[in-house]
Nanobody, 115 residues
Framework: QVQLVESGGGLVQPGGSLRLSCAASGSAFRANVMGWYRQAPGKQRELVATITIGGSTNYIDSVKGRFTIARDNAKDTVYLQMNSLKPEDTAVYYC?????????WGQGTQVTVSS
């Protein structure tokens, strides 16, 4: 059974940085795509960034230039480096892994940007 374990969320002041990690386990295959979504209170879940097994990346416009997604294929781990954080980045961040025809989600980690 595939499991995704996230870490790295927390409280940070505006302009600060956080690094999220998500480790996948339980699959004999590498994830074709890994990524991060987020959901703020009262809003729909939205894509933040994705990265393919080949390293191609995609970002939502609001985080371009501030967030960087990376992955370690050997460890089946995806990272999200978040810099210059803004209050509007406050949300629960969810890790996603696409393995074959299956989509797997992490439990979510809270990121709060506040002074």
């Amino acid at each position: 059974q595939v499991q995704l374990v996230e870490s790295g969320g927390g409280l940070v002041q505006p302009g600060g940085s956080l690094r999220l990690s998500c480790a996948a386990s339980g699959s004999a295959f590498r994830a074709n795509v890994m990524g991060w979504y987020r959901q703020a209170p009262g809003k729909q879940r939205e894509l933040v960034a994705t990265i393919t097994i080949g390293g191609s990346t995609n970002y939502i416009d609001s985080v371009k230039g501030r967030f960087t997604i990376a992955r370690d294929n050997a460890k089946d781990t995806v990272y999200l480096q978040m810099n210059s954080l803004k209050p509007e980045d406050t949300a629960v961040y969810y890790c996603l892994a696409v393995i074959g025809k299956g989509e797997y989600w992490g439990q979510g980690t809270q990121v709060t940007v506040s002074s």
